[in-house]
């Protein structure tokens, strides 16, 4: 028997808000590594992997916050939590493989086009890894046309997150190109589901190990969540990137301008000393052979 296949169990509330945390992934990961380079004295590395890290966190949770509002009417859900935990550490890791790419080696067309494939075939990889941490009383099943679409699309949107990572520098840009990036992963997410179809077992199935939705997802999405509120601070408090490159030269230059000025050498010094004593000494200026 063929599911009922429903990815919008609560409406347009789990879209919008996975719609909105891989906004927020998205700007926090562009807004740390264009701290890269706006200073050559940042660290970079620590820079790239929490950039790396914002972005990975903020696709993961968009998928899993969306897979809450996906049912199957004629049957349970559960989810295997090691195969959760370990789509997060994928998602993780392949955007931080193309971030260090560009972030290194530069955006040459070649460099982009490989770390946006290897990135966009990651970020494919942890949908369906998390897809396949989904149990149910039945089996599911892909086409194969809309998957490969879902795949050219999540390489599409990496390579322009990468591109845009490295070339949009200012606060505004990188925010329109976040919402962009939201729009491309999200729509990836659901041209993925799209694929989806579950040809449902006769009977109740038993029962399986794993957790409800509600019972797994939520407590796993709330770590990635505070770890983004985190990073915001950090980005937040960052005086670099709240003043961004210019002012900050400015700033520096100014408190430069303005500083007291320092004490004039000693040599400078000993002669006012010295004059300033003369009329008080009346021996100061006469010969020594007239002193009697």
């Known amino acids: 028997m063929e599911g009922t296949v429903d990815g919008f169990r609560y409406g347009a509330v789990t879209p919008v808000a996975a719609y909105l945390m891989a906004c927020l992934g998205g700007a926090l990961g562009l807004r ?12 970079k590395a620590g820079w790239l992997a929490l950039g790396a890290a914002s972005i ?37 890791v392949v955007v ?12 040459s067309p070649l460099n982009l086009s490989f770390a946006g494939a290897v990135t966009g075939l990651g970020v494919a990889a942890m949908h369906y890894l998390g897809m396949a941490a989904l149990h149910l009383n039945g089996t599911i099943r892909y086409d194969a046309a809309v998957v490969a ?6 390489i599409v949107a990496a390579t322009a997150a990468l591109w845009a990572a490295v070339t949009i520098r200012g606060f505004l840009t990188s925010l329109g190109a976040s919402l962009i990036m939201g729009v491309a992963v999200t729509g990836m997410h659901y041209t993925g589901m799209a694929a989806v179809s579950v040809h449902v077992h006769d009977g109740t199935g038993g ?16 770590g990635p969540a505070i770890f983004l509120l985190l990073a ?12 961004g490159d210019g002012d900050w030269n400015r700033t520096s230059a100014s408190t430069a301008h ?18 300033a004593r003369a009329p008080q000494d009346p021996h100061w200026a ?7």
């Not at 740390?32 to 660290?43: D, E, K, Y």
């Not at 950090?234 to 003043?243: A, K, Y």
């Not at 006469?286 to 009697?292: E, I, L, S």
């Open 32 to 43: 740390c590594i264009v701290r890269t380079l706006l200073s050559a004295q940042s660290w």
């Open 56 to 92: 990975g966190c903020g696709i993961w949770t968009m998928h899993f916050i969306a897979m809450i509002g996906f049912q199957v009417v004629e049957t349970r859900i559960r989810y295997d939590a090691g195969l959760t935990v370990l789509s997060l550490a994928v998602a993780v």
């Open 96 to 107: 931080g493989i193309g971030v260090f790419i560009v972030g290194y080696r530069g955006a």
């Open 149 to 154: 679409l879902s795949v050219v699309i999540a």
């Open 207 to 222: 029962s399986w190990a794993g957790g409800s939705p509600s019972s797994l997802l939520l407590p796993m999405l709330l």
């Open 232 to 243: 915001g601070v950090v980005v937040m408090f960052d005086p670099l990137l709240v003043l």
């Open 258 to 275: 303005t500083a007291p000025p320092s004490d004039p050498p000693f040599e400078d010094q000993e002669p006012r000393v010295i004059h």
């Open 286 to 292: 006469a010969p020594h052979g007239r002193q009697r």
